[in-house]
């Protein structure tokens, strides 16, 4: 038997986990490799909106779609028309987050969404709108 991440079987009930700990018993082994994965998970999103999205309730609407994803980060304009979004969280609530960016509110009319993946370099607190 393996332990997902490649760890050794165990030996008279210690796994040997990566990072060079023993732990007894299976339960506890699988626990360190959930959270050593929930840090590894988070990424981050720049984007820019082009197209119709100011004025039209743009980054409102991407301020509730982040929330609800339980995202962090910020959406604000820039001075070119653009929507800037930056946004950290788990890859999955990111890629949904990015299909809503494409699709945009109603009154809005996205043409182009670049975006760069990178790892999250800031520590935001919830997601707002930046002026």
Known sequence: MRIPGGDTPPVDGFFYLRDGYYAQGREYAIMVFMNQSSRNDREELHAVVRGQVQGVGYRYFIVQR???LNLR??????????V???AQGEHAALERLLLLLRLGPSSADV?????????????FSGFHVRW
Do not use: C, F, I, K
Request: no cysteine; glycine share 6%; aromatic share 6%.
């Open 111 to 123: 043409t182009e969404v670049t975006t760069e993946w990178r790892q999250p370099t800031e520590h």
């Open 73 to 82: 980060g910020y959406t604000r304009n820039q001075s070119d028309g653009s």
């Open 66 to 68: 982040a929330l609800a």
């Open 84 to 86: 800037e979004v930056v």
